[in-house]
């Protein structure tokens, strides 16, 4: 399954969003390859233990006006 997830933009004001919901990321579970954004969502999975469901979301929710 591969993700539909776009992300361009400040990825940085992103990232802050996504550690705050997920107190665990580190700045490596959050590195962002461009082109590559089912391995961001997969390192969610795997450190947080969400679903893809929910870990989707919550990348386009912290995307929001920040990436595309």
């Known amino acids: ?6 992300i361009k933009g400040d990825w940085d004001l992103a990232k802050d969003n996504l550690k705050n919901k997920w107190g665990n990321l580190s700045d490596e579970d959050l590195f962002y390859a ?16 969400a679903s893809r469901e929910k870990v989707e979301l919550a990348v386009t929710e912290s995307c929001k006006g920040r990436c595309s």
């Open 34 to 49: 461009e082109g590559e954004p089912e391995a961001l969502v997969r390192r969610i999975i795997r450190r947080t233990g």
């Open 1 to 6: 399954m591969s993700t539909t997830i776009k």
